[in-house]
């Protein structure tokens, strides 16, 4: 069973891919700049392409009104024999101008699409090698639109520095040049106006970005609060809910309504503060070119060209004091987006990590001491061996650990002190994803994606045939329920598994463990709030699963436990008492305690168990047969007490 499990030393890639890219990303948490400059980077030939083109669609631009002024001053100085080639040259630049307007659109095309994909990705790469705890912490939905947030972001910032901060910058850049060859003075005054107005500009949009990044907050809020009304609409609609659900979202859009607000009339005020100037100095320098034209400083063409450029520049600067502010917003959004994204891993595989070899799947909890992070202490010092092949049943009354124990053996959490080994390797040494596959889980909360059977089932081992899919499904006792399915394997079986039953999720969760064929098995209240008939199919089911492996099951049915080797009970993160099964019914103690209560729960007034036998029979037959009379005066006695003596026959 072992050698054939899927290892991480065969495929030691992804993992070395997933620490490098980890510590690559993580860095990026407070540097919007510097995570946009990276995808910049990586396709930087294209992104130098689009820039060029750029400069070159502006340039041909900004030369037009020149090739304006020099047909007009060709047309007015009676210039016959060079109208035409003056009409050559504004056609030519015409043209160019659209041409390579077009150019850059289709480069942008691939290089902005390009670099959204690979932005998902990336996020979601790192999204998904969280701790378990970073989940707990966040609704789900605000992780999504955060990452989709982020990929828009950075998309609208690509695109308005290349059509709508460039532009007007190189426009004005060119302006300022041509105005010199018409009067120097001119254009010293353009500059002297120029800078300060966007050294202005660019304060102005840094200081709104609180406002910004408020909006962005609220915005993915909006988001999250949708997945999670939508994600429980039954409950809602069983506690009629939908109105209270309605008045708290209409809430939750009116604070983010209101942030919006904030901010876009701070956009108005930074507009407002570049129209009033560009506007008067637009004017001013149109009057300055007439003034000079009357005293023969300039001619027709020249006036005309001040005119045209003094309105590219009102243009250019009022293009790009909309794009600085909409830039500015973006980027408080994107910087909001990576803060919650990037938050470095709690944890990490270690740098000498190695992929883990099981080879028998003996657990050991070599005196391991944990607190959940902002939560209470449960272990203190805690020491547990289980031997490979055992099956080991945890149990006690909640809060005594036994959950937070399978989570500490799959590394959601590390422990403060002591050392959990898998086969004397520390868990802390081994790799994540080698791991994972040593270890099979049967939650209490199955969890299933909207998928189909087929592709839920194979999720244990990807690379399994459809053969051994079914062979799983029919050794998990779900060939009978697949196939009454309307299309069987191929049915798709909705969000989380909506479609099915408790019992049929349980036993497709089963099948995954099966196929998965892992060392070490791992039942967390696999059986719980299950009817009868579907209790005893994911009985057997379990039987065949735990067949050659260790199993450790947390169990408040105790007829679950019934056939194991060990039972460990624990209170308050302490073993209480721990040996087999047996010889733990014979002892006064914890163990005894939750029999009797098991027995009096299953006590039917029919005097027997649904399943057929007495109730004390079917859960502990091996406990009968050693010491009949002991456990019969115990059985009776709790019977009695729960007022039916006629439970056991």
């Not at 860095?27 to 995570?35: N, Q, T, V």
């Not at 794009?323 to 470095?344: F, G, K, N, Y």
């Not at 045939?465 to 009454?484: G, K, L, M, T």
């Not at 735990?546 to 080797?565: E, K, N, P, Y």
Request: proline share 4%; net charge positive; aromatic share 6%.
């Amino acid at each position: 069973m072992m050698d054939t499990a899927p290892t991480a030393a065969a495929r030691p890639a992804p993992w070395r891919r997933a620490v490098d890219h980890a510590d690559t990303l993580s860095k990026y948490a407070d540097r919007p700049l510097g995570f946009l400059w990276r995808y910049v980077r990586s396709r930087a030939g294209s992104h130098l392409a689009m820039l060029l083109v750029t400069v070159l669609a502006v340039s041909c631009s900004v030369a037009t009104q020149y090739a304006i002024k020099m047909l007009i001053d060709m047309l007015s100085s009676g210039g016959r024999d060079h109208v035409w080639s003056a009409f050559a040259l504004l056609v030519s630049l015409v043209v160019g101008d659209n041409l390579l307007w077009r150019l850059a659109g289709w480069i942008a095309s691939y290089t902005f699409v390009g670099v959204t994909g690979a932005l998902r990705a990336d996020l979601f790469r790192y999204v998904t090698g969280h701790a378990p705890s970073y989940f707990v912490e966040r609704l789900p939905g605000t992780l999504t639109s955060r990452i989709t947030a982020t990929s828009n972001a950075v998309f609208t910032v690509e695109n308005m520095c290349v059509w709508n901060v460039l532009p007007p910058c190189l426009a004005t850049l060119g302006a300022i040049a041509f105005l010199a060859t018409v009067n120097m003075a001119m254009a010293v005054g353009m500059t002297m106006v120029a800078l300060p107005l966007a050294v202005t500009l660019f304060r102005l949009a840094a200081k709104g970005q609180p406002l910004h990044r408020g909006f962005a907050d609220k915005a993915a809020a909006v988001d999250g609060e949708m997945v999670d009304i939508i994600g429980n609409m039954p409950l809602v609609k069983a506690f009629g809910g939908l109105r209270r659900e309605h008045h708290r979202f209409e809430e939750t859009v009116g604070r983010e309504m209101a942030a919006r607000r904030h901010s876009l009339l701070y956009l108005e005020k930074v507009r407002l503060t570049h129209a009033v100037p560009t506007v008067v100095f637009a004017v001013a320098i149109v009057a300055w070119a007439i003034i000079l034209w009357r005293r023969g400083q300039a001619t027709t063409g020249d006036v005309v060209l001040v005119s045209t450029l003094g309105l590219t520049i009102l243009h250019a600067t009022r293009d790009l004091a909309v794009a600085l502010v909409d830039v500015t917003q973006h980027m408080a959004r994107l910087s909001e987006a990576l803060a919650t994204i990037l938050t470095p891993y709690e944890l990490r595989d270690h740098t000498a990590a190695t992929p883990l070899r099981p080879r028998r799947g003996g657990v050991t909890f070599d005196s391991i001491s944990f607190t959940y992070p902002r939560g209470r202490r449960v272990f203190t010092n805690f020491a547990l061996d289980l031997e490979a092949g055992q099956r080991a049943g945890l149990v006690g009354p909640s809060g005594g650990g036994k959950s937070t124990l399978l989570a500490l053996l799959q590394r959601f959490y590390d422990v403060e002190g002591g050392r959990i080994l898998i086969d004397g390797g520390d868990v802390t040494r081994i790799t994540e994803e080698s791991l994972r596959e040593a270890i099979a889980v049967v939650p209490q909360d199955i969890s299933l994606f909207h998928r189909s059977v087929l592709e839920n089932i194979r999720y244990g081992r990807p690379e399994a045939s459809d053969r051994e899919v079914r062979e799983a499904a029919e050794a998990a006792q779900c060939r009978e329920f697949i196939d009454a399915l309307p299309e069987g394997f191929a049915t798709i079986v909705g969000n989380r598994g909506i479609k099915l039953s408790g019992g049929q999720r349980q036993r497709l969760a089963i099948a995954r463990a099966l196929l998965k064929n892992a060392p070490i098995l791992l039942l967390d209240e696999a059986t719980s709030d299950l009817d009868t008939d579907s209790e005893e199919a994911i009985r057997v089911a379990l039987e065949r699963l735990m067949r050659g492996r260790t199993v450790i099951a947390v169990a408040h049915r105790l007829s679950t436990l019934r056939d194991f080797d060990r039972i460990v009970v624990l209170q308050a993160g302490e073993i209480a008492q721990d040996g087999p099964p047996d010889q733990l019914l014979q002892a006064d103690g914890p163990y005894r305690e939750l029999v009797e209560r098991e027995i009096v729960r299953l006590a039917a007034p029919s005097g027997s168990h649904p399943l057929g036998g007495s109730t004390a029979s079917f859960l502990f037959p091996a406990a009968a047969r050693v010491n009949g009379a002991a456990d019969r005066s115990l059985i009776v006695r709790s019977a009695r007490e729960a007022g039916h003596p006629q439970a056991v026959t």
